[in-house]
């Protein structure tokens, strides 16, 4: 994981402009945001994917590796404009400020806007129509922002755990399962094996942010590098405030199985032990 | 014209997801501003261009017509998030309150962003990589966003004639410029056509940023729909503030005429017929 973390962030380093090169303030506020850190999962897993798919590191450079970058872009540009004030306020991320604290809100709507777009422009240097349609699809009303914009109206009210589970699906899951399925078709995988990861990408996209409810209760702040209870704060819509930590952790796991699931009597790979991670994870 | 403004909308109908779809606030703030009226100055160049370069009624579901509400859904984004309080904080747009005002600040947020990704998967969807990457560039950093950053960090301070220039042509000029280029390589333009397109592309959006900057002065208020003014309250870097209301009306003017003299010794078409509403446009 360390590989491909510090790969992630050779390639960010890499396509996002200078911050020499006007206007440089912009490039200084997107640089600052896409290098405060971060576990680079999504890249990672894109990755794994391609890899698990046959993908040669020789067709890597123009696919692969436009591909991570641009995933990574999506999620920091989602983080930032989700830490608005207007949004969920958030001053710490990683254990920094945030970007609009760092620099100013309008620096920052617009920082945001600039990875979006660069996400894409790099997405479509792949030569993969299909893959700039799986970002779109990944990020759109039906997926991320979809998500973000239910987790805010689901604010303060009572809601049912389908409810929930149609927000997580969207706002966590879609980019995860997207990252998974982009690194999949770059490979170019047969329909069935598309199909099968697919599956695994929904299991730990879910997965992945009902552990990040749970951590956000019982998890280590220092190690988090944002602070805990936030959600309870917002009132957010969280698996453990619908169900209970008990029942929520339970969940998480088997959807972890679910996905190892999809691997049975295949060897050991880095799909697998990145599921396991994120069953396990703390931070 | 008209013929252009009702087939784009006819097209922003279609492609922008019913108020009636979860998540039904979003899709509603989405649907308000991007039907609040306008011009659709971007898609119908983009059409012309289309046009113009030998593009056929046959091809044009496919392609052209998903890259103009693309461009227009693009430019309404950018309204969006231009309009929020953390940047120029404006009330009305086109005479009715702005996203942010009708809805609340996040909705606009995010309402902006969908915006963003559902033009880049349209695009997507005319099958071309190029023009994919072509709307990219001219919303990126040397583009749209790089603009009204510079212009925001020239707010209230002096600023030279070159400088303005260069926020002008990024600020406006790189869509409109982008949009005429669009519509010539969906039409499969020859590179020396491209070459010229782009020129005339660049006068004119030029052109249109100096007329807005004028119109800001001296424009109807009623005819605009918006408060003139504000760009003198907001101490903003205009031409007029750089070098007179006289040389701005002079200058473009001349950006006009060197956009018809791309078509020298050329029956009459749609692209001069919009560089003149350009040059003579009141709103």
Known sequence: MEAGRLLTERLLDEFIPSDNDDPQLLHRAMRYSVMAGGKRLRPILAQAAYEYCGGTSEGAAGTIHKAMPA?????TYSLIHDDLPCMDDDDLRRGMPTCHKKFDEATATLAG?????????????TG?????????????????LGGQMADIEAEGRPVTAEEIQAIHRR????????????GAILAAADSATLARLTDYGEKIGLAFQIIDDILDIEGDQKLLGKSVGSDTRHQKATYPAAMGLEESRR????LIDGALATFVEEEDNMLKWLARYIGQRER
Request: charged share 20%; aromatic share 2%.
């Open 128 to 144: 993969s129509i299909d893959v700039v349609l799986e970002l779109a699809r990944a990020v759109g009303t039906s997926g991320m």
């Open 171 to 182: 706002k966590t899951g879609a980019l995860i399962r997207g990252s998974v399925r982009v």
């Open 71 to 75: 995933i990574e872009m999506v999620h």
């Open 251 to 254: 969940q998480a796991a088997n």
């Open 113 to 125: 806007d600039a990875l979006h777009v660069i996400a894409f422009e790099l997405m479509a240097q």
